[in-house]
Antibody, heavy 120, light 107 residues
Framework: QVQLQESGPGLVKPSQTLSLTCSVS??????????WAWIRQPPGGGLEWLGH???????YYNSSLENRVTISADSSKKQISLKLGSVTAADTAIYYC????????????WGQGTLVIVSS | AIQLTQSPSSLSASVGDRVTISCRAS??????LAWYQQKPGRSPKLLIY???SLETGVPSRFSASGYGTEFTLTISSLQPEDFATYYC?????????FGQGTKVEIK
């Protein structure tokens, strides 16, 4: 059973870079059967897809983030990373990593999420 | 970006009721749609993928249909554990987008 766990600082100062890691257990991030996404949710708000990465390293990002986001993967460590630069209070949210099997429309595995607050 | 509009935004229903939630896409997305359930303090849970396929382990009282721009999620007989917020998400084109959510509350 694949499990995902997000980790990283819970507090980031404005203008700095938010960095999170998603650790995958029970599966591989380097196989071609799935891709891995970051999705966030402001407190009391809806869900926003930030981007995803394929096993090949190809990435797709939400253009609304204006090139502030970078997703990378380390298959040897079974980790997916998120970096979001120049953060503001509007980036305060619960950040989730999630898995989608290739050929399917649906994220079937989610981490428990980690709350990141942007504040000085 | 493709916009997904869910209706209603919230509803009140009783245990045993039949509940239907709609998700309308601003342009055609074929069957590239998922439905999730989210309870307070929890991660979203996949209910339906590919517009109408029931995820393993999800009770059969959940069903969904649709293609193109109109989609529906139906709960045939609402149970106490079904009170939650439901989201649709499209996978047809980037950026992937979510509906704004439908909160199902106890009447």
């Amino acid at each position: 059973q694949v499990q995902l766990q997000e980790s990283g600082p819970g507090l980031v100062k404005p203008s700095q870079t938010l960095s999170l890691t998603c650790s995958v257990s029970g599966g591989s991030t380097g196989s071609g059967d799935s891709y891995w996404a970051w999705i966030r949710q402001p407190p009391g708000g809806g869900l926003e897809w930030l981007g995803h990465i394929y096993y090949s390293g190809s990435t797709y990002y939400n253009s609304s983030l204006e090139n502030r986001v970078t997703i990378s993967a380390d298959s040897s460590k079974k980790q997916i990373s998120l970096k979001l630069g120049s953060v503001t209070a509007a980036d305060t949210a619960i950040y989730y990593c999630a898995r989608c099997l290739m050929g399917y429309s649906g994220y079937d595995r989610w981490g428990q999420g980690t709350l990141v607050i942007v504040s000085s | 970006a493709i916009q997904l509009t869910q209706s209603p935004s919230s509803l009140s229903a009783s245990v045993g009721d039949r509940v239907t939630i709609s998700c309308r896409a601003s342009q055609g997305i074929s069957s590239a749609l998922a439905w999730y359930q989210q309870k307070p303090g929890r991660s979203p849970k996949l209910l339906i993928y590919d517009a109408s396929s029931l995820e393993t382990g999800v009770p059969s009282r959940f069903s969904a249909s649709g293609y193109g721009t109109e989609f529906t999620l139906t709960i045939s007989s609402l149970q106490p554990e079904d009170f939650a917020t439901y989201y649709c998400q499209q996978f047809n084109s980037y950026p992937q987008t979510f509906g704004q959510g439908t909160k199902v509350e106890i009447k």
